[in-house]
């Protein structure tokens, strides 16, 4: 199983090993006799990593296995794809991610014209023994100039509470304790069944769910972030103080433009209530060259990320895609004033993360050891226990004052030094929820 793109796709890929339960799991496409590719088609260099990928398993695997394409380039290109990749035996969207187990034993091609919003299926959770993604939501109501995803994705549709909860506690059964709440507009959450701040009622019912001890919600949407859903997480005892809001620009003719339904003024006040709040972390994105961006434009971008000086920042070219507004513009920015942008900020946001980093140097936090570091058989892996995994980063642990370390278990951890951009840390002993 390879997926591709966001962490939306991995929990559907968990969906799909939860149904190929007779299947027995490989890292060696070689010996696989089934193989799959949930796949992204967000951006041109993400399509371009999707067929890339389909050639390289092709050339790997072994004769009769089968290779099977899913997921949004699938369903967004399905009309296309079928007679130009005939490297791929079948091929699904993303609305099938529940029957992959019937589409494989059939042999056929399969598209719904709804996408998949997980109910009550058992997924395989990859990745972690204590963290898990949930995602509440499929689909967006926003209509952002640049987005495709809404044209083969369709209209916000949330989760029930009720089905989110039962997962929630089945997956604490599992031993799991850690929890990152996730769709494509998570604060519209609920939006579509009349509720305004949906995630408030979220955070609800998950406080009052024993064995959930660390939580945070991913995707938020200016337009519609609430200023009472702030103060809700504030108050959260089982919440963190976590904030994951793409503003994509800063200048209220970017903002407009780019139909991101909330100009400068909402934003920043969203992003300063944030940021007040103790131990808070920001993360949030920009997209760089959008048709009608000028220097001024950028330079509005530049300034404001000095200023406010984000926790994490994630910076992305802007891609031409067909039938999204934004392709239809005339006003296009050169590729190679694009790249120039790019890389100025690219730089800026490396000298931040890592005075960022280094502001740890010396404090004791609560992290969770992952297990051994890939970099060396002498360092363990572990994340803060507000980060989310595997996106905000990741601590070398390199002594300890106890003899026993289980993984996936909080420990209170002094973190030491800072070697490139990985922070250095010491164990002192497990810390109790």
């Known amino acids: 199983m390879t997926t591709l793109g966001c962490t ?4 559907d890929s968990e969906v799909m090993l939860g149904k190929l339960s007779d299947y027995e799991l490989t890292d060696s496409p070689d010996s696989a006799d089934l193989l799959i590719i949930n796949s992204c088609g967000f951006i041109q260099s993400a399509k371009e990593e999707t067929v890339q990928t389909v050639f390289e398993l092709d050339e790997s695997r072994k004769d009769g296995s089968k290779l099977l394409l899913s997921g949004c380039f699938s369903e967004r290109y399905k009309n296309d794809i079928i007679e130009s990749l005939p490297e791929v035996d079948i091929f699904t969207g993303v609305g099938d991610y529940h029957r992959v187990d019937e589409i494989v034993e059939s042999g056929k091609n399969r598209f719904s014209d709804k996408a998949f919003l997980i109910e009550s299926e058992d997924r395989v959770i990859t990745g972690s023994a204590s963290h898990s993604y949930i ?19 369709g209209n916000l549709q949330s989760r029930d509470l009720e089905n989110v909860e039962k997962e929630v506690k089945a997956l604490i ?3 799991y304790y850690d929890f990152s709440f996730i769709s494509q507009d998570s604060s519209s959450y609920l939006r579509e069944k009349g509720q305004k701040d949906g995630l408030i009622e979220l955070i609800d019912r998950v406080e009052n769910i024993d064995g959930v001890e660390s939580a945070r919600v991913l995707y938020l949407y200016p337009s519609t972030t609430s200023l009472d859903y702030i103060q809700r997480v504030a108050d959260s005892k089982k919440f963190h103080n976590y904030f994951d809001i793409p503003i994509q620009h800063i200048s209220d003719k970017m903002l407009k433009v780019m139909r991101r339904g909330a100009g400068k003024e909402k934003t920043l006040e969203l992003l300063r209530a944030m940021r007040e709040l103790p131990n808070s ?3 949030t994105s920009f997209i760089i060259g959008h048709p009608e961006e000028s220097e001024s434009d950028f330079n509005e971008i530049v300034e404001f990320i000095r200023e406010f000086r984000f926790d994490m920042i994630n910076i992305f070219a802007y891609s031409d895609e067909e039938d ?9 920015v050169p590729d190679e004033v694009i790249n120039d942008r790019v890389s100025i ?36 892996s572990a994340k803060a226990i507000e980060w989310t995994p595997e996106i905000d980063g990741e601590i070398y642990i390199n002594d300890k004052e106890i003899e026993q370390i289980e ?3 909080p420990y209170r951890v002094k973190i030491t030094d800072l070697v490139g951009d990985k922070l250095i840390g010491t164990i002192l002993n497990r810390y109790k929820f």
């Open 407 to 409: 993984f996936s278990k």
């Open 173 to 175: 059964d599992g031993g």
């Open 345 to 380: 900020l690219e730089e800026i946001i490396e000298e931040q993360r890592v005075e960022n980093l280094q502001k740890y140097i010396g404090r004791e936090i609560i992290a969770v050891i992952d297990g051994e570091s890939s970099e060396h058989e002498f360092l363990l």
């Open 281 to 283: 972390f920001v993360r």
């Open 8 to 11: 939306k796709n991995l929990v």
């Open 324 to 332: 999204t507004h934004s392709f239809d513009l005339e006003s296009k």
């Open 135 to 153: 995602k509440i939501g499929e689909g967006c109501n926003q209509r952002c100039s640049f987005c495709s995803i809404p044209l083969f994705k």
